[in-house]
């Protein structure tokens, strides 16, 4: 199973930015799926978006789209998330998961693993 651990969540203005980070424990082209998830206080957990490591497609729930990019860096073992234009709904813990069955993509994901969450937090 693979360790992730998430980084660079904080308080920041509406408009902002910040920059989620996730290290795995396994070389990432062997974690064939990861996605961001957040949970907002009194909501059901979101998936927020999703790369698939073998050829780089992404995923984005509709809110996000064009606010928020996911990348990865195979060298390090890191998947990011860089969000821009934050809004104060944006507000949650961020969770990455992890699906390290071949052939599985960010349609089909069954994650095996979970980080243990970073708060964001939108001021308005």
């Known amino acids: 199973e693979v360790q992730l651990v998430e980084s660079g969540g904080g308080l920041v203005q509406a408009g902002g930015s910040l920059t989620l980070s996730c290290a795995t424990s396994?070389?990432?082209?062997?974690?064939?799926?990861i996605s961001w998830f957040r949970q907002a206080p009194g909501k059901e957990r979101e998936e927020v978006s999703c790369?698939?490591?073998?050829?780089?497609?992404?995923k984005y729930e509709d809110s996000v789209k064009g606010r928020f990019t996911i990348s990865n860096d195979i060298a390090k073992n890191m998947v990011y998330l860089q969000m821009n234009s934050l809004k104060p709904e944006d507000t949650a813990v961020y969770y990455c998961?992890?699906?390290?069955?071949?052939?599985?993509?960010?349609?089909?994901?069954?994650?095996?693993?979970w980080g243990q969450g970073t708060q964001v937090t939108v001021s308005s």
């Open positions: 998961a992890a699906d390290s069955t071949p052939g599985s993509d960010c349609y089909s994901p069954d994650f095996e693993s």
């Open positions: 790369i698939t490591s073998t050829d780089g497609s992404t």
């Open positions: 396994k070389f990432t082209l062997d974690v064939y799926v």
